[in-house]
C-alpha cells in the first residue's frame, strides 16, 4: 500500500513558476514510476511528466522545455518544477505511483491557478 500526501499548488500569475512536491509513505521500495497527472474542468486526466526509479523522464508535449520533474534521494519523493505557467495549466495535478506488481496509486490532487 502507498500513500501520496502533495503539496505545492495554488495561484500564480502567467509568466510564473510554481513546484509541486508529492511524498509517498508506506512500501515505497516497491514504486518503479512517479508522476504528475492533469485534470481541468471538462477534460481528461493526462500526463503531465514521469520519472522512473532509474531517473528516465517523459514529458508530455505541453511541458516540455518549461517543466522539470525529479525524484528526491530518498526515491520515495518527486517534484515537478514549474516554469512559465500559462492559463492553460490551470488544473488539478495528481500524484502518480505505479509499482513493480503493476499498482497504481494517486494523490488526493492539487490545485493549480494560473491568472492571466
Known amino acids: 500500500q502507498v500513500r501520496l500526501v502533495e503539496s505545492g499548488g495554488g495561484l500564480v500569475q502567467s509568466g510564473g513558476s510554481l513546484r509541486l512536491s508529492c511524498t509517498a509513505s508506506?512500501?515505497?521500495?516497491?514504486?518503479?514510476?512517479m508522476g504528475w497527472y492533469r485534470q481541468a474542468p471538462g477534460k481528461q486526466r493526462e500526463l503531465v511528466a514521469s520519472?522512473?526509479?532509474?531517473?528516465?523522464?517523459n514529458y508530455a508535449d505541453s511541458g516540455k522545455d518549461r517543466f522539470t520533474i525529479s525524484r528526491g534521494n530518498a526515491k520515495n519523493t518527486v517534484y515537478l518544477q514549474m516554469n512559465s505557467l500559462n492559463a492553460e495549466d490551470t488544473a488539478v495535478y495528481y500524484c502518480?505511483?505505479?509499482?513493480?506488481?503493476?499498482?497504481?496509486?494517486w494523490g488526493q490532487g492539487t490545485q493549480v491557478t494560473v491568472s492571466s
Open positions: 502518480h505511483v505505479h509499482t513493480w506488481s503493476s499498482r497504481d496509486y
Open positions: 520519472i522512473s526509479t532509474g531517473g528516465a523522464t
Open positions: 508506506g512500501t515505497f521500495f516497491s514504486i518503479n514510476t
